[in-house]
């Protein structure tokens, strides 16, 4: 293993990032003129609480944190296995590709498994879809991240590489949060993530529910089935399908976990138990909830 | 002319990126239907490669292994990979600062409805005072 060359990686990795930082930041401030503009509050109350509290316990914490601990937490698998990937400049590629597969995977898991979908949904909860949602991370996802990456690492992935790899191209999808921009070239939207396709990913109306999970390119959506274009004909409803009444961050965190915990406690069975942890949102055991969830058929039948 | 290396497709990207991003740094042309070679040379699929190269540069540009003032930027470039890389540096620097201070709020009113555009049409005097003063806090700093 070529250490000068992991630490020139690493090194391209924090230069792109000090960059992507800056670009959020101009927009996120032109977000806030352009809604002042426009006479509306310079801020929803949910993007400022998503600025105030996520930001710091979310991205922040993701950033120097999170991200730190997990790959820390890979590296024993990293040891244990015999398998090696090199680090060289040919391998790369292949890091980025089996880094969008594992992206794909931990994003899929954080919708499809309820446990995971309690902490992922924190990040759908926002009724806007913005630039100050990309500040609404969540708290628990380096969990499920090390679940579904740890098999990659045992195939000989270099940890340190393979996360910047992973987390780093879908960094792209902080400009995708947005409505402002219109659709761009066939051929990009089929191929990369654009606020198109990630609207469809933000919106909790069929045929656009759990659709479009790729980091930087929808590649691996193409390939499980998972793609989804926006229709001219059906607008994106943006949210989550039991939309929340409330901008207070602490409900916002607890919004699933409350139903979740209840319901398995509420669960008859072990299986049923299991289902709820492990099952997928909306086909589980469910108590009945204070507020119905949005029809998918009234949402058709509107947007019609 | 000095011989090809990979740094001679690096500047050709790097001046497409930019042809491309000056095209879309006037909403007139940005909206002009183009044909033949124009529709090529001014195609937006040059700016794919800017997906990692622009934050990459600001990054750079953040360090200070890259100059704000693009004929530094270029003569780092050349004394760092020869004639090709210098070139590269010298549009990429470019290409950056265009999407800082300008480019970037022009697409935001190409894509924003008549009425609206009126609304934020200052936007880019904002980009320009953000970007730039984000450029010239570099510069000074570096210099």
């Known amino acids: 293993m070529d250490d000068a060359f992991v630490k020139e990686v690493v090194s391209g990795v924090e230069i792109y990032g000090l960059g992507g930082a800056v670009l959020l930041f101009m927009v996120i401030v032109g977000e806030i003129f352009m809604r002042w503009r426009e006479g509306k509050a310079p801020m929803s109350k949910e993007g400022a609480n998503s600025a105030l509290f996520f ?5 922040a914490a993701e950033a120097v944190f999170y ?17 090696r990937i090199e680090v060289s400049l040919w391998t790369l590629p292949i890091y980025f590709i089996i880094g969008e597969l594992a992206y794909y995977w931990y994003h899929r898991v954080g919708h499809e498994v309820r446990l ?18 990309n500040l609404r991370h969540v708290p628990f996802q380096a969990l499920y991240r090390w679940v579904v990456w740890a098999p990659f690492i045992a195939l000989g992935f270099h940890p340190l590489i393979f996360v910047l790899f992973t987390t780093t191209g879908p960094s792209f999808q902080t400009f995708c949060h947005t409505t402002r921009i219109g659709r761009f070239h066939p051929w990009f939207e089929w191929l990369f993530i654009t606020p198109k396709n990630h609207g469809v990913h933000h919106a909790s109306n069929e ?25 001219d004909h059906i607008a994106p409803d943006y ?7 409330t901008a207070n961050p602490i409900k916002v965190v607890l919004h699933e976990f409350v139903p979740l915990f209840r319901d398995f406690a509420a669960a008859p069975s072990f299986g049923q138990k299991m289902g709820v ?5 909306g086909h589980t055991f469910e108590l009945p909830r204070g507020s119905p969830p949005r029809s998918a058929a009234s949402q058709l039948q509107a947007a019609e | 002319m000095p011989p090809f290396n990979i740094w ?27 044909t033949g070679p124009l529709a090529v040379i001014l195609s937006p699929i040059w700016l794919t490669p800017l997906i990692f190269g622009l934050a990459w540069t600001i990054g750079l540009i953040i360090k200070g292994s890259v100059s704000a003032w693009p004929p530094t930027a270029m003569q780092q470039g050349i004394a760092y990979g020869g004639y090709w890389a210098g070139l590269t540096a010298l549009f990429i620097v470019i290409v950056a600062e265009l999407w800082l201070v300008w480019t970037g709020a022009n697409i935001a009113l190409r894509y924003s409805p008549p009425e609206k555009r009126i609304q934020i049409k200052h936007l880019p005097i904002l980009s320009i005072v953000l970007g730039g003063g984000f450029l010239f806090w570099m510069w000074t700093i570096h210099h």
């Open chain 1, 55 to 59: 930001g710091i316990f979310g991205s």
């Open chain 1, 67 to 83: 991200n730190a601990l997990l790959i820390a937490a890979l590296w024993p698998v990293y040891h244990l296995t015999p398998l």
């Open chain 1, 116 to 133: 995971c979908w309690a902490d992922h949904s924190i990040h759908h909860s926002a009724g806007t879809y913005d630039f100050t949602v």
């Open chain 1, 207 to 231: 045929p656009y529910l759990d659709k479009n999970y790729g980091g930087l390119t929808m590649i691996w959506d193409h390939v499980f089935g998972t793609y989804q274009r926006m229709e």
């Open chain 1, 239 to 245: 949210g989550i399908t039991y939309p929340l009444q």
């Open chain 1, 277 to 281: 942890l492990f099952g997928r949102p």
């Open chain 2, 8 to 34: 001679t497709l690096a500047a050709f990207l790097s001046v497409m990126a930019l042809l491309a991003t000056l095209r879309l740094s006037s909403i007139s042309w940005a909206e002009r239907k183009l």
